[in-house]
């Protein structure tokens, strides 16, 4: 029984450690191929012999980057917090409410995580035209705060029915608070983990989105952070080692973002699943 025991936890370490390994080795290649000089041709997994930070410096010189990350800065934040505030005054009936009504609409929500985003592609596209907004940030932010809704909409609305009991407004409301009161002082802080589970998840789609802004920012000066790293991109070479190293840079700030939000992502996967 004992021997049987052993055998499996060697097991479970044994598959825990390949698999970190599985995944840390892409890590690696991507840090080793951007600290190499382009002529440098020894295979990606053999550590380079001259390591060099020129990549980065030219990555951050010679192509838009810097710019892009501004671009990507405001699309993200501002789509995040039209998410969030929408988001949360949505689910917060839906979540309150027992009518069937309410349960349709939620439903309703949740078509628009079957409906793939590539359908509505050219109907937004003509009314972004014809709106005058092809070309600037606000076609991107619309139309990433209109495909991310439902998500944030389901996750909320799930977290708020498992994990925030109604006990808690009924006895702010005797003490004195108005139902908006109430929602803004004792759900809205309660509702953290759902929050930043949805800032990192919203985050990095819309960060790393290439196909949207590739669409609606053609032919105009700003670019993303994908589009930036595109530019990289020859039509016959391909300068691999700077295309790492901005991928790299292009890291630092949602990883950052992550790190932050992190300790709420558990919870609110958590709480978002028991609903």
């Not at 710019?67 to 309150?96: D, E, F, N």
């Amino acid at each position: 029984m004992k021997t049987t025991g052993l055998w499996s936890r060697f097991g479970a370490n044994l598959t825990a450690y390949g698999s970190t390994l599985l995944f840390l080795l892409p890590v690696y290649v991507l840090i080793n191929l951007s600290i190499r000089p382009t002529d440098d041709l020894t295979p990606p997994v053999i550590p380079s012999s001259r390591p060099t930070f020129e990549n980065f410096i030219t990555a951050w010189t010679t192509s838009p980057l810097p710019g892009s990350i501004v671009t990507s800065l405001i699309v993200t934040s501002i789509s995040c917090l039209v998410v969030l505030v929408i988001g949360t005054m949505a689910s917060y009936p839906l979540a309150r409410s027992t009518s069937r009504l309410s349960t349709g609409t939620f439903y309703f929500f949740m078509i628009g995580l079957l409906l793939p985003f590539q359908l509505a592609l050219i109907p937004l596209y003509i009314q972004m035209r014809d709106l005058g907004l092809l070309g600037t940030v606000w076609a991107l932010v619309i139309v990433y705060s209109g495909v991310q809704l439902p998500f944030t909409v389901f996750l909320i609305t799930t977290f708020l029915r498992a994990g925030v009991p109604l006990d808690y407004e009924e006895a702010a409301q005797i003490d004195g608070c108005s139902p908006l009161m109430a929602f803004w002082h004792v759900v809205v802080p309660l509702l953290r983990p759902a929050l930043g589970t949805c800032v990192i998840l919203n985050s990095v789609g819309v960060w790393n989105d290439f196909f949207t802004p590739l669409i609606y920012l053609s032919g105009s000066g700003q670019v993303t952070i994908p589009m930036a790293i595109f530019q990289f991109v020859g039509q016959y070479t391909t300068n691999w080692p700077l295309i790492f190293a901005s991928l790299l840079i292009s890291m630092v700030p949602v990883l950052t973002l992550y790190l932050l939000f992190q300790r709420y992502v558990i919870q609110g996967f958590a709480g978002g699943l028991k609903g």
